[in-house]
Nanobody, 112 residues
C-alpha cells in the first residue's frame, strides 16, 4: 500500500523546537522527486509551508518562513519538518505530500 504517515505532533510550549516526520511506504521513494509540507488550520485553510525539489533545493513560504527547515533521509525514506521557536499561530494539522499523495497529518497545538 502506498502511503505517507506523519508523526511528531502534540501539545508544546511556544518557543520550543519541534521536528515532524513523514515516513513513506509502498512505491514512494522520498529521496527522489519533490515533496512538501502544508499546515491546515482549524478553519480548514491549507497553507504551504515548505518544499524540497528533485535537486534538493528548498523553498519556504507563508507565516512560518524563516522558522522552519525541510529535509529528508533517503535511507529511512523519511522527510522532516523542523520548526524552531514555535508560536501559538503555528497550531494546526501538518501534512506532507509527494507524488500527489497526501498523508493524514499530525496535529500540533501550541500553548503560550
Amino acid at each position: 500500500q502506498v502511503q505517507l504517515v506523519e508523526s511528531g505532533g502534540g501539545s508544546v510550549q511556544a518557543g520550543e523546537p519541534l521536528k515532524l516526520s513523514c515516513v513513506a511506504s509502498g512505491r514512494i521513494v522520498l529521496s527522489r522527486g519533490a515533496l512538501a509540507w502544508y499546515r491546515q488550520t482549524i478553519s480548514n485553510e491549507r497553507e504551504w509551508v515548505a518544499t524540497t525539489d528533485r535537486d534538493d533545493m528548498t523553498f519556504y513560504g507563508g507565516s512560518m518562513n524563516g522558522r522552519v527547515s525541510i529535509s529528508r533521509d533517503g535511507a529511512k525514506n523519511t522527510a522532516y519538518l523542523e520548526i524552531t521557536s514555535r508560536k501559538p499561530d503555528d497550531a494546526g494539522l501538518y501534512l506532507c505530500t509527494a507524488y500527489s499523495i497526501w498523508g493524514q497529518g499530525t496535529q500540533v497545538t501550541v500553548s503560550s
